[in-house]
Nanobody, 133 residues
Framework: DVQLQASGGGLVQAGGSLRLSCSASTFFWDYYTIAWFRQAPGKEREGIGSFSIGDHTTYYADSVRGRFSMSADDTKTTVYLQIGTLKPEDTAVYYC??????????????????????????WGQGTLVTVSS
């Protein structure tokens, strides 16, 4: 099993930036996709981005495209979520999750699925991002 740990959250002023990390207990195999989700108070968990370890393909939800970006380090043990131009509505607990890429539909379809979270069997514990206005 893959064990994940998300970190890097904190209190940030609007307009600032933050980099979250998703670290694995082992390195990520090339056939894994790593996704970031977030859950704001009183709202459902939403997928915001995915990163294919094998070919570094990324996909972002419309709500964050252009402000968020994902990358991985050369050791393939950590996937990053760079968050730019933070807004108060970005306040949420951010989670990373992993799944075998072959078990997932194409990203464009994946992010439309209301059951997206169920397709990821491995989850980190979440890290809180609070954006002050």
């Amino acid at each position: 099993d893959v064990q994940l740990q998300a970190s890097g959250g904190g209190l940030v002023q609007a307009g600032g930036s933050l980099r979250l990390s998703c670290s694995a207990s082992t390195f990520f195999w090339d056939y894994y996709t790593i996704a970031w989700f977030r859950q704001a108070p009183g709202k459902e968990r939403e997928g915001i981005g995915s990163f294919s370890i094998g070919d570094h393909t990324t996909y972002y939800a419309d709500s964050v495209r252009g402000r968020f970006s994902m990358s991985a380090d050369d050791t393939k043990t950590t996937v990053y979520l760079q968050i730019g131009t933070l807004k108060p509505e970005d306040t949420a607990v951010y989670y990373c999750a992993a799944a075998e890429s072959d078990s997932l539909p194409t990203p464009r379809l994946l992010f439309k699925l209301p059951t997206m979270t169920r397709l990821f069997p491995y989850w980190g514990q979440g890290t809180l991002v609070t954006v002050s206005s």
